[in-house]
């Protein structure tokens, strides 16, 4: 049994210290406001995730971030790309702590992942630091769905400590040492996703669907080349695994988001109908950057920034992919 801080009380996070109580661990989610630990310690329910559900009892909420996080032998991360910067800055992380990251995007401004942030914020070595991906939609994951997942992480014991951590009878998680294809793999799919729901919202069908998969995972698969990735993550489940659930699930908010901008609606009146984070969004912008700085052709991503930002409308976005200049198929 193992003492864990879960920061973060969104989706993902809430599902996570479940999944973890599931396990036996001591566990005690972060969330900002006072009537949100009261309704988890009291009522064992997340007032404004998976509200029909019954948390664990032994699930404990806390405001105070240094409380939360007193004796965690793990602390996991669960809020969004853009605000772990400035969340982690208030923080102070033990330094016997192993810390693992959930967040799936890249730093705008940096272009930095954001295992290389949590180095940067809390001084922490690369060994110190697990990253937790793969296809799970917390809805299913909440709801106990059998899922599996990789822990990356530079050293080899971390990772397997940390898989250790979160295997219940439901979430199997493998782990792997290639963090930067991990982490990558995470990032880049929702901005895939972004794209299949546009298509799909104007009402194209699988085709459309599978052959964006597939030349959204040859873009990935150059990006992560290019960075040092290992190319054979790719086809793992942070790699195609996450694709394909991000892209194939009405769960997926990335894909939502998508669909929504293909039905005609604009990027500020979505995003002010949703409380939840579609990363994909912001993170389309950092990706094209890193793909400017190594050099490699990211046409779907550049399409998709050229859609958020407003010079382009979803349908152009299609047509505009379609005339590429023909070339062979290769990645
Ligand atoms: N939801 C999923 O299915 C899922 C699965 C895997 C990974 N993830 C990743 O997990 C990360 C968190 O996503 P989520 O689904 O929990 O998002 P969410 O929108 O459901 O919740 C985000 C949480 O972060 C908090 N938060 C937002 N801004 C903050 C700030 N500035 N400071 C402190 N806290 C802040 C919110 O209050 C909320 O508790 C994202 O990177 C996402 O890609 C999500
Ligand atoms: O809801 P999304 O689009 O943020 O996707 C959630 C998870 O990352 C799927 O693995």
């Not at 800055?89 to 959930?102: E, G």
Request: contains cysteine; aromatic residues 4%; negative net charge.
């Amino acid at each position: 049994m193992s003492t864990v801080a879960v920061m973060g009380s969104g989706s993902w996070g809430t599902a996570m210290a479940l999944t973890l109580s599931d396990n036996d661990h001591r566990v005690t989610i972060r969330a900002r406001r006072a009537e949100v630990c009261d309704k988890i310690n009291n009522d064992h329910r997340n007032p404004d995730y998976f509200t029909d559900l019954e948390l664990p009892p032994s699930l404990r909420a806390e405001r105070d971030p240094q409380i939360a996080m007193q004796d965690a032998e793990f602390v996991v991360l669960a809020v969004p790309s853009q605000s772990l910067r400035e969340t982690l800055s208030q923080w102070q992380i033990s330094d016997q702590a192993v810390i693992v990251s959930l967040a799936k995007g890249i730093e705008l401004g940096s272009g930095l992942r954001m295992s290389q942030v949590i180095m940067e914020v809390t001084g922490a070595g690369p060994e110190r630091i697990a990253v937790l991906t793969g296809p799970n939609l917390s809805h299913e994951i909440a709801r106990r769905q059998p899922a599996a997942a990789v822990v990356a992480s530079v050293r080899e014991e971390t990772a397997i400590a940390v898989q250790q951590l979160f295997h219940t009878a439901t979430f199997r998680p493998y782990t792997n040492t290639d963090v930067i294809g991990c982490e990558l793999g995470g990032a880049t799919k929702n901005v895939i996703a972004l794209a299949v729901g546009m298509a799909a919202g104007m009402g194209y069908g699988a085709n459309a669907t599978a052959s964006l998969i597939t030349r959204g995972l040859a873009e990935i698969i150059r990006l992560g080349e290019a960075m040092g990735a290992d190319p054979h993550t790719f086809s793992g489940l942070a790699g195609i695994g996450d694709l394909v659930a991000t892209c194939s699930s009405p769960l997926s908010r990335n894909r939502t988001f998508g669909e929504e901008l293909g039905r005609g609606r604009t990027v500020a009146e979505i995003a002010g109908s949703t409380r939840q984070v579609a990363e994909g969004v912001k993170s389309c912008f950092s990706i094209k950057a890193l793909a400017e700085k190594h050099h490699v052709e990211m046409p779907i991503t550049y399409a998709v920034c050229a859609v958020i930002e407003g010079s382009l409308d979803p349908r152009s976005l299609v047509q505009a992919l379609l005339a590429r200049a023909p070339k062979p198929e290769r990645y």
